[in-house]
Structures are given as C-alpha cells and as structure tokens.
C-alpha cells in the first residue's frame, strides 16, 4: 500500500468491497470464509484492492 490510510478510510474501503461480494463479484483472494465482510477484509489485508482513496482539494 502506497499510502497509509486512516482507520475511516479503511472501514468504507472494506464496507465497499464486502457489498460488491454480496452482489456477485469475484473474490479475488483464496479463502475459506462465506462471508462478505470477512473476505473484504482479507482482500484488504492482501492488499489486492483497487481502490483509490482522495483526499480533499490538492
């Protein structure tokens, strides 16, 4: 992870990610958990999101 996020950020990142997994999205890690929070939270651990936080006007 280039930047480190705040524990805010990382909390809709994870809640983001678990929606899309409830909805169907592939899983883009190997687990052996069900549920969507839980395997978000092991992708963002992975570190394999792509997702792009911005902050404010820079």
């Known amino acids: 992870?280039?930047?480190s996020r705040n524990r805010y950020e990382?909390?809709?990142i994870i809640g983001?990610?678990?929606?899309q997994v409830a909805?169907?999205?592939p899983v883009?890690?190997?687990?052996?958990q069900t549920q969507p929070i839980l395997?978000?939270?092991e992708e963002y651990d992975a570190g394999v999101l792509p997702?792009?936080?911005r902050r404010g006007e820079q």
Do not use: H, N, P
């Open 10 to 12: 990382k909390a809709r």
């Open 39 to 41: 395997i978000a939270a």
């Open 16 to 19: 983001a990610r678990a929606l």
């Open 23 to 25: 909805y169907g999205a």
């Open 28 to 32: 883009l890690v190997d687990t052996e």
């Open 51 to 53: 997702f792009t936080v």
């Open 1 to 3: 992870m280039s930047q």
